[in-house]
């Protein structure tokens, strides 16, 4: 199983970025991915999950605060998830990471490397 997220970057207060997360090594429509972020200062452990979305349906779940200015979905045909980021905050800035599930219920089994993203006031 490999996870590799891009997409990261410096961007400006109100600024937007899309988040890649390219899949292999399991049946893309049979499994979901998360979305995780890990904010400055806090340990593994504290990795808040913003986004889980089934790729056989397509049904998504957001972290309550964030739904509205996040969007995932995923393009079965190049096995990868998006994290589409708009209305970015200081507040939003984190290593962002995609993870495995069997499904949104469980926790994640498999993780990325990460990406980091940095939102300047």
């Known amino acids: 199983v490999q996870l590799v997220e891009s997409g990261g970057g410096l961007v400006e207060n109100g600024g937007s970025l899309r988040l890649s997360c390219e899949t292999s090594g399991f049946r893309f429509g049979d499994r979901a991915i998360g979305w995780f972020r890990q904010l400055p200062g806090k340990e593994r452990e504290g990795r808040e999950r913003?986004?889980?979305?089934?790729?056989?349906?397509?049904?998504?779940f957001y972290k309550d605060y964030l739904e509205g200015r996040f969007t995932t979905f995923s393009d079965s045909s190049k096995n990868t998830v998006y994290l589409q980021m708009n209305s970015l905050k200081p507040e939003d800035t984190a290593v962002y990471y995609c993870a495995l599930h069997i499904s949104c219920e469980y926790t994640p089994g498999y993780w990325g490397q990460g990406t980091q993203v940095t939102v300047s006031s």
């Open positions: 913003v986004s889980c979305i089934h790729n056989r349906d397509g049904k998504a």
